[in-house]
């Protein structure tokens, strides 16, 4: 399968740990986005990358937060001292610079 | 502040009819919009999508309708087909697709046999 892929699908966490999420865009893709989706609601931007620059970070992407996409490949979401309201779908989706977003499954996320 | 609007949260059509979803945008910025599908525990999948240049884009059963004065578009599905039954969401961006989307809240389609 050479679609979008994250890891891992579901994580439990108690309310201060962190956790780190991962995303292997499509391979012809340069450029990389985070997205968060609560229940009810669609998805909202987090921050994206080209290559392995970070262009932009939403507000939403508060300092607990925190984005790598090393050589430009695969990508990392980390979320320090988390919190019940970090509970949410985080999905990543890739394109490459002329076409529509490929978004991957999602990682389910619940802070206890 | 909601850029992009879905006004019905759900939507049931029967099996055979055509089924509207309705979008609408409040930044005239946006110029690329596009439709994506999204099953349970799965990521969207796109659709179909439109540039601002033009007012419809068609692709087999679905056809997007783009109303720039009114920032208004929608999607009709015909014949709407019980694998159609998902939730639809419309999302916006202002250079050509390829910056962050802005999406709406999302149409939860049913389409009954």
């Known amino acids: 399968d050479t679609g979008v892929s994250q890891d891992p699908r579901h994580k439990i966490t108690k309310r201060g740990q962190n956790v780190t999420f991962r995303c292997d865009p499509i391979?012809?893709?340069?450029?990389l986005y985070w997205y968060r989706q609560t229940l009810g609601q669609g998805p909202e931007f987090l921050t994206y990358?080209?290559?392995?620059?970070?262009?932009?970070k939403s507000r939403l992407l508060s300092d607990r937060f925190s984005a790598e996409r090393p050589k430009g490949s695969f990508s990392t979401l980390e979320i320090q001292r988390t919190e019940q309201g970090d509970s949410a779908m985080y999905l990543c989706?890739?394109?490459?610079?002329?076409?529509?977003?490929?978004f991957g499954p999602g990682t389910r996320l619940t802070v206890l | 502040d909601q850029q992009v609007k879905q006004n019905s949260p759900s939507l049931s059509v029967q099996e055979g009819r055509i089924s509207i979803l309705n979008c609408d945008y409040t930044?005239?910025?946006?110029?690329?919009f596009l439709w994506y599908k999204k099953y349970p525990a799965e990521g969207p999948t796109f659709l179909i999508s439109?540039?601002?240049?033009?007012d419809k884009n068609e692709d087999g059963r679905f056809t997007v309708f783009l109303n720039k004065s009114a920032k208004h578009l929608s999607l009709h599905i015909v014949p709407s087909q019980p694998g159609d039954s998902a939730v639809y969401f419309c999302?916006?961006?202002?250079?050509?697709?390829?910056?962050?989307?802005?999406f709406g809240t999302g149409t939860r389609l049913t389409i009954i046999p």
């Open positions: 989706a890739s394109s490459w610079y002329e076409g529509e977003q490929f």
């Open positions: 391979s012809e893709h340069n450029r």
């Open positions: 990358f080209q290559n392995e620059a970070q262009l932009e």
């Open positions: 930044n005239s910025m946006f110029d690329y």
């Open positions: 439109i540039s601002s240049i033009k």
């Open positions: 999302a916006a961006s202002a250079q050509s697709g390829n910056e962050k989307l802005t």
